[in-house]
């Protein structure tokens, strides 16, 4: 029996040893495909830094790219493949989209390396104006200005468009792709799991956003910043409610202090406006738990990305009137003015940044309507927990009288951007223009863009001239 018992250990230890070599190669594997899923799916190094404030405003991450982000390369070659979802010839510039010199992505879209690099949006997309002289000049860009050119929903619907065509396939997407770049065999393989994933995840927004079917198109220039968030974000019951609102500027916001925000004035603190914003266009709780902790940094490199942004957007200046003004004319309209404008939009006047009835103003209820008080409780409870709760949404009747710093380049004009321009607002509601063309950026020098329709002739083109000094 001893005999064989020692006779049976070899064999054992041999069985040991194989089941050893075996488990360590498992472990092995185990261990390579834990790196590769992370380095290729959740490596997550710094975003890109921008040394000044604008290119970070034009173009720095806002935490959209974790949970919204697209696959850089199967972004870049969507209007390639479907070229027949845009408005126009041009690729995403024809959705409005703008251009810097020397900036790979346009304004407005972020590319940020979460395992892949991915494009998320930013706030410059909606807050950044374009403006001509002239048809053949190229246009200036103005950081912060009303976007209203920019046409976000038609880039959603051009993606679910792309994504709901049979061609999305992944022999198609990698075909184009391989005309930009040669992929690594990492890299092909990741992405040949990635176009069916986007495809899903892209037509999912299609059922998320089918409510939109059933409201007017935003068009160029106009946007409903709030039902996407009352529905998703904070899962308020679906309702039959329109915000469309004109694109609004975030410039000199520091001058703003003391005013309430939004055309509705649904909230009065900047830091929860400029945090809110990022979370309706789709920044995780956890990137914004993450970018808090710096928010008291003060070097660049290290402070919050929403920080940044709101240091910028509260110290930069709307552009100077870039024509000649008529000095003499401009001094009469001032007195225009000082007597029938001020109390409401001038900084200094008495309503200037409150909400007025809209019983008064006799603007649309649409936006007002739309921002429930049970909406704003939602959003003050939806950081529960956190350091940055949120505590001053509200819901009100009224809109904001804003001040009219940089009035020459935000139309079309009033909240609804029903108005194309200063000298058509001047005009009694039932002379202005019922059609006009939105998203040409050509500026029209005579009739700019303002309240007084019951003034003079004379009155009403001397006060377009001091509009434009503002």
């Known amino acids: 029996m001893t005999e064989l018992i020692q006779q049976d250990a070899p064999a054992r230890s041999s069985r040991f040893r194989r089941f050893a070599v075996i488990a360590a190669a498992f472990g092995v594997l185990a261990l390579v495909g834990g790196v590769f899923t992370y380095d290729h799916f959740f490596r997550s190094p710094a975003p890109p830094y921008f040394a000044s404030d604008e290119d970070h405003f034009l173009f720095g991450s806002i935490g959209t790219e974790e949970t919204d982000g697209i696959p850089y390369w199967i972004w870049l070659v969507l209007p390639r493949i479907f070229p027949e979802y845009l408005p126009a010839p041009g690729g995403y510039a024809s959705l409005g989209m703008l251009s810097k010199d020397g900036h790979e992505m346009p304004i407005g879209l972020s ?54 065509d049979p061609r999305f396939t992944t022999g198609n997407i990698m075909a184009e792709i391989s005309k930009n770049v040669h992929l690594s065999a990492s890299d092909s393989m990741v992405y040949r799991m990635l176009v069916p994933f986007t495809r899903r995840a892209i037509l999912q927004l299609k059922d998320r956003d089918a409510w939109m079917s059933s409201r007017p198109d935003w068009g160029k220039g106009r946007i409903d910043p709030f039902n996407p968030v009352k529905f998703t974000t904070l899962r308020q019951p679906i309702d039959a409610t329109i915000g469309n609102s004109d694109m609004v500027p975030l410039w000199n916001l520091n001058a703003h202090a003391g005013f309430v925000y939004h055309w ?9 406006v400029v945090m ?6 789709g920044a995780s709780m956890k990137w914004v738990d993450r970018d808090y902790t ?51 939009h001038a900084f200094a006047g008495a309503r200037t940044g409150t909400l007025i009835d809209a019983s008064e103003v006799g603007t649309d209820p649409h936006r007002i309507a739309m921002w429930t008080a049970a909406s704003a409780a939602a959003y003050n409870a939806y950081g529960d927990g956190h350091v940055w709760k949120f505590s001053h949404f509200r819901s009100n009747k009224g809109y904001t009288s804003v001040p009219l710093d940089g009035i020459w380049l935000r139309a079309p004009y009033l909240h609804n951007g029903s108005v194309p321009s200063l000298a058509d607002l001047l005009e009694p509601a039932d002379q202005r223009p019922r059609l006009f063309w939105r998203g040409y950026d050509v500026f029209d020098g005579t009739r700019v863009g303002f309240d007084g329709t019951t003034l003079p002739a004379d009155q009403k083109r001397a006060l377009v001239e ?5």
Request: glycine letters at 8%; a neutral charge; charged letters at 15%.
């Open 111 to 164: 590319k940020v390396t979460i395992g892949f690099e991915r494009v998320g949006i930013n706030c410059a997309i909606c807050h950044t104006a374009s403006y001509r002289l002239r048809a053949g000049d190229p246009p200036t860009i103005v950081p912060a200005g009303p976007a209203q050119q920019m046409a976000p929903q038609m880039y959603v619907r051009f993606l679910i468009a792309c994504a709901s």
């Open 264 to 272: 509705d004035g649904l909230n009065t603190d900047l830091r929860e």
């Open 276 to 281: 809110s914003s990022a979370i309706g266009d």
């Open 294 to 344: 710096h928010w008291s940094d003060t070097d660049p490199h290290t402070m919050s990305s929403l920080r940044r942004i709101q240091n910028y957007i509260g110290a930069v200046k709307p552009p100077a009137y870039p024509l000649p003004v008529n000095a003499t004319l401009a001094a009469a309209g001032a007195a225009v003015f000082q007597g029938e404008c001020a109390s409401c």
């Open 466 to 470: 001091y509009l434009k000094t503002l």
